[in-house]
């Protein structure tokens, strides 16, 4: 299984983001999808995540209204669309799966078996 988060970069503040999670040698549908971002001397924590179903979904407060996570199963990928950057966005983000069929949305980062590389996001005027 391999991830590749793509579509960070720098924006200014009130801007918005697409971010891309595209799999290979394995198909995204049906599995949990986690976003998980990670901010210098700070702990990962969950941004957005969806179950096996996309039935469920979570968002981390700061981000609700704001941040939106899908998945596009005939490009196999999972995006997670980021309106009205705000400075404290700034974060490398990550993306996550695990192989085990899940109704339940996962947020804790154990609970994933997957991670792809980070993508740096910096909101900064």
């Known amino acids: 299984v391999q991830l590749q988060a793509s579509g960070g970069g720098l924006v200014q503040p009130g801007e918005n983001l697409r971010l891309a999670c595209a799999a290979s040698r394995f198909t995204l549908d049906s599995y949990p999808i986690g976003w998980f971002r990670q901010a210098p001397g700070k702990e990962r924590e969950a941004v957005s995540c969806t179950n096996s179903n996309d039935d469920s979904t979570y968002y981390e407060d700061s981000v609700k209204g704001r941040f939106t996570i899908s998945r596009d199963n005939a490009k196999n990928t999972v995006f997670l669309q980021m309106n009205s950057l705000k400075p404290e966005d700034t974060a490398v983000y990550f993306c996550?799966?695990?192989?085990?069929?899940?109704?339940?949305?996962?947020?804790?980062?154990?609970?994933?078996?997957?991670w792809g590389r980070g993508t740096l996001v910096t909101v900064s005027s």
């Open positions: 996550a799966t695990t192989t085990y069929y899940s109704t339940y949305v996962l947020t804790n980062p154990d609970n994933y078996d997957y």
